[in-house]
Each structure stands twice: as structure tokens, then as C-alpha cells.
């Protein structure tokens, strides 16, 4: 039995030394074979989870980018909190992230300190109390804790509404006398206060650098509330009242933002009635007239000229038309260089959507109503008739 073994295997041997020589696979090169077959992948299943992986990665990280941005732009908050918050001088940014965020202001401390370092305003935030609302986005936060409020210890509030088409100067007088600040510091805030809003120009100290972007509407401020902070209150309603739907308009005009709101003021300036939108169109058609109707893109609005006048009073006169000053529009064509007042919405709305007509005079009856014309000597027969308003 042995034997019989050992030369069935010594058969089997040779057997295999045949096979190797004549090319014949063995069993064990066979089997390898197939555990190499075996591990080969399906090219369309791992193509497959590589697309759902990256959906669900690129899903999670939009996710998360929109919270932050959220957060930063002050967007979708439900309720608008007022709060005062007080920096103390030990207090670090980690400290200041931490009040506002148990304020209800931010969300996220770690992104708001990021954001500090990265635009480099930790040193702007000085100690003191400060009025901020959750409604402020980070810049205007940093810059609502800049400077602190001349009564800290006062709970005293006060209610100002800034009727629309005032400027600069009728704001700032109307503060005062309200008693949120001094007319001189608010005036200061106006000429040398940094504002980081893309319309406004930090290289002027100019308070025409405002003008347009103080937006009419009702406040509330604290007595002897820190000059910036309370004109920042205003350009921070002006940034959200022009929203994404504005901006967008404004891309499609052919006019960048200051030059829509300097229309607006000069719409605002000359009617508070229902015909803002035909005053607009007056407006575009002069801006465009190449001569053909003889204004040669001249707008000769009389409130521009008293904007470059700052101390006349009394009716404008023939030498003040002749005055040489950048806003008047008799001597320049074109816009002036800056707002002449600061434009409600309605006014806004006008620049961005104005009527469609082919009128290029306008004038007041005794009616109080705006009559329109389309040429100069139609405009002039009813100036020199009795239904001239003046």
C-alpha cells in the first residue's frame, strides 16, 4: 500500500514537471486567478458613491456656510432685541464674543472672533456701554463699540422721526434738540467717524460723505447716545432697506448706487406727491438729451443749488443761479457730486422704476399739481400764464 502511494505520487510529480514545460497552467496559478478575479471592483458602484460622498460632503458644507453668513449679515433673526452692552478694559474679544453672544447679537463666538482678527478691528472696540441691536450685522456691531455713550449710566430713551428729503444738517439739528447728543460731537461723528460701509467715503471728512444714506425713519436712541453709534443706527437701515432686490436693480440700470440715490434725493427734494415717478422720468430724459430739446443734459433743479448754499435764505435769485458751486445745475450738466438729501423708499423706488414719457419741463400750477411738457415753449406759455404756481 505504501509503495503504491509513493509511486502514484512520483507519477503525479512528473505529471506536473510536463505540464510546467508544455505551457499547461497548474491548479495553483488557477486558483490564484481567481482570487485576483474576485477582488476587481464594479467601476459604476464606486463611481456611485463617490458622487453621493461629494453631494453629501459639498450639502453639508453649504449648509453650514449659510449659517455663518447668516450670523454674520444679521439675516432671518426672528425678533429685533435692543440691549446695551458693557465692555469693561481687562476685557478680551473672547470676553466681548461671550456678551454678545448671551445678548442674543451673534451666534457663533469662535466665527465672530475670526472675523474680528481677520479684518483686524479688535483694537477699534473700545471699553465702555454701547447700544446695539441684534438687526446689526458684524461690521456694524464692531462699529456700534467704538466710543462709548457720554451718560452710560442712563436708562433715558428718546423717540426721533426723521421726516424724508432732510439733509445732513436738518438730522443732526433735530438730534441735538432731541437731546441724543450735541449738535458739535454729532457733527464730528459726520465729518471724521469711520463708517465701514462700501457707500460711505472714509477719506472725506466732509459731511456730504453722509448725505443720502441717513434713512428717514423712526428711532429710538438712549440720551446722550454715543454720536457714531447714533448715526450709524441710521446708515444700518439704509444698508438693510437696500436689500438684495434693490442691489439688483440698481446692477441692471445703467447708474451705480450713489448715483440712484443722488436721483432719488433730487426726486424727493421736488415732490412728496404721487408723480415722483414722472419727475424721475423729466430727470433720465434731460440726463440723456443730447440737445435735441435744449437742455442739454442741463437738470436746473433749484434745490440742488440751495444744497451748494448752505447759509442762503429767502427765495433764489438770478445771482444765485449765476453762483459758481459744484451743485448747481444751471452752471454744470449732469448729476451733482453727491445726494442733496436723504430719499425715503418711495423716492428709491422712482430712480429704479421711473414712468416712461417724453417730458422734459415740468412746473407747479395753483393747483399744486405738477404739469408736464413735453417742449420748451409749451413749458413757457404756461409759466408766463395764471396757472403758474410759481
Known amino acids: 500500500m505504501a509503495e503504491f502511494q509513493n509511486g502514484d505520487t512520483a507519477s503525479w510529480d512528473a505529471q506536473q514537471v510536463r505540464e510546467s514545460r508544455e505551457g499547461t497552467p497548474t491548479r495553483r496559478p488557477t486558483t490564484a486567478k481567481k482570487r485576483r478575479r474576485r477582488r476587481r471592483r464594479n467601476p459604476v458602484l464606486m463611481l456611485l458613491i463617490y458622487v453621493l460622498f461629494v453631494a453629501a460632503a459639498s450639502a453639508t458644507l453649504a449648509g453650514v456656510g449659510w449659517l455663518l453668513a447668516s450670523d454674520m449679515c444679521a439675516f432671518n433673526r ?7 452692552i458693557s465692555i469693561a478694559e481687562e476685557d478680551d474679544l473672547n470676553d466681548i464674543a461671550e456678551k454678545l453672544n448671551d445678548a442674543g447679537l451673534i451666534k457663533y463666538k469662535w466665527f465672530f472672533k475670526l472675523f474680528t482678527k481677520v479684518t483686524k478691528s479688535e483694537q477699534k472696540i473700545t471699553p465702555g456701554t454701547h447700544e446695539l441691536n441684534s438687526d446689526m450685522d458684524y461690521h456694524a456691531l464692531i462699529s456700534g463699540m467704538r466710543g462709548s455713550t457720554s451718560a452710560a449710566s442712563s436708562t433715558d430713551t428718546v423717540t426721533v422721526t426723521i421726516p424724508e ?6 438730522i443732526i439739528r433735530l438730534l441735538a434738540e432731541k437731546g441724543v447728543n450735541t449738535e458739535e460731537k454729532l457733527m464730528e461723528a459726520a465729518q471724521k467717524a ?4 462700501e457707500f460711505i467715503d472714509n477719506e472725506s471728512e466732509n459731511i456730504s460723505r453722509l448725505e443720502g444714506y441717513l ?5 429710538e436712541f438712549y440720551v ?5 453709534g447714533a448715526l450709524e443706527k441710521l446708515i444700518s437701515n439704509f444698508d438693510r432697506k437696500i436689500n438684495g432686490d434693490v442691489l439688483e436693480q440698481v446692477q441692471d440700470s445703467d447708474f451705480d448706487l450713489a448715483e440712484i440715490i443722488t436721483i432719488a434725493s433730487l426726486i424727493e427734494k421736488e415732490t412728496d406727491g404721487g408723480d415722483q415717478a414722472y419727475i424721475a422720468s423729466v430727470i433720465y430724459n434731460r440726463l440723456s438729451d443730447s440737445g435735441s430739446h435744449g437742455t442739454y443734459r442741463m437738470l436746473q433743479i433749484d434745490a440742488s443749488v440751495l444744497y451748494g448754499l448752505p447759509d442762503h435764505t429767502g427765495a433764489l435769485t438770478s445771482a444765485d443761479l ?3 458751486t459744484p451743485y448747481n445745475l444751471y452752471k454744470h450738466p449732469g448729476l451733482p457730486p453727491t445726494p442733496i438729501a436723504n430719499p425715503g423708499i418711495a423716492a428709491i423706488n422712482a430712480a429704479l422704476y421711473p414712468a416712461t414719457s417724453d417730458y422734459y419741463y415740468y412746473a407747479l400750477g395753483t393747483d399744486k399739481l405738477h404739469h408736464y411738457f413735453s417742449d420748451y ?14
Open 322 to 324: 449765476e453762483t459758481e
Open 224 to 228: 446722550g447716545h454715543n454720536p457714531q
Open 377 to 390: 415753449n409749451s413749458f413757457l406759455n404756461f409759466v408766463n400764464s395764471s396757472q403758474y404756481g410759481g
Open 215 to 219: 434713512f428717514p425713519d423712526t428711532y
Open 165 to 170: 428729503g432732510y439733509t445732513v444738517r436738518q
Open 194 to 197: 469711520d463708517f465701514e460701509y
Open 78 to 84: 426672528e425678533e429685533i432685541v435692543d440691549t446695551a
